[in-house]
């Protein structure tokens, strides 16, 4: 019965130590780059340095509307005989490109260089979208309780691509997700991407409690790759394993 019971403890210790050898994932990386506070955190902060750059607002609104490629303006066509004033009923579209005007030398020497040098093809360009939904905060309440029943609609253009409605969250205005859908696409004809939070009603029409749309074409050509998060270092394996398909 002693050699039993000593089996057992010395069994328990190894079974810690596994434990704490897979402690650190990503998500020990993510409380260790946010002042959330985690037991995770500690452990990655004693065996790494890198963290994840966390924006209190949208990408675009960081990095000017990824607009460093090209600008995008709306396309409304013309007034009809009703004479509509309401320039948001009129629009038809986005155009996006760039007008350059060139002064030209009086000397008749050679043209100035074209801004844009490395336009990317304009035939549609095939994708895979990754979404990552790590958590969100301090929802708008919908239900008489004060809290939500929260889950994840995705839309590609018009068509609903995911409904995660089976795996709602009951009772929270703070839901951690921690969900990946990857899904397909083909830029430019699909490329506005919607992400909804939604609540889960028992006897009633489920409610939006709020969304964000993302211009995939924006972030797939601008020059600061918000195609996917980039570490600082390069690591060919573990939690901050190189994630780019191109190396750097």
């Known amino acids: 019965p002693v050699e039993k ?17 897979t402690f650190v994932d990503w998500w020990s990386k993510y409380y260790a780059s946010t002042t959330e506070g985690d037991d995770r955190a500690i452990e990655y902060d004693e065996k790494y340095t890198d ?17 460093d490629f090209v600008d995008t303006f709306h396309v409304y066509r013309g007034k009809g005989q009703r004479g509509e004033d309401d320039e948001s009923d009129q629009s038809v579209g986005k155009f996006k490109g760039v007008f350059c005007i060139y002064p030209l030398p009086e000397d008749g020497s050679e043209e100035p260089p074209l801004i844009l040098q490395h336009v990317p093809s304009s035939k549609p360009q095939k994708c895979v979208v990754r979404i990552y939904v790590v958590k969100a905060n301090d929802l708008q309440p919908q239900d008489p309780s004060g809290k939500n029943d929260a889950y994840l609609r995705v839309y590609l253009g018009k068509e ?3 409904n995660d409605k089976k795996d709602y969250i009951p009772n929270t205005l703070d839901p951690i997700f921690g969900k990946m859908f990857e899904i397909k ?16 009603d028992l006897l009633s029409a489920d409610d939006l409690v709020g969304e964000t749309v993302i211009d995939l074409e924006d972030r797939f050509l601008t020059k600061y790759r918000a195609t996917c998060g980039l570490a600082k270092s390069y690591c060919i394996d573990g939690t901050n394993n190189w994630r780019d398909g191109q190396r750097p």
């Open 5 to 21: 019971k000593l089996d057992g403890e010395l069994k328990k210790e190894v079974d810690e130590e596994d434990r704490k050898a």
């Open 51 to 67: 963290r994840i750059e966390v924006y209190e607002e949208p990408l675009e609104k960081v990095f000017g509307g990824f607009n």
């Open 160 to 162: 609903r691509m995911v």
């Open 185 to 200: 696409a083909t830029l430019p004809v699909e490329h506005m991407l919607k992400v909804q939070i939604m609540d889960w």
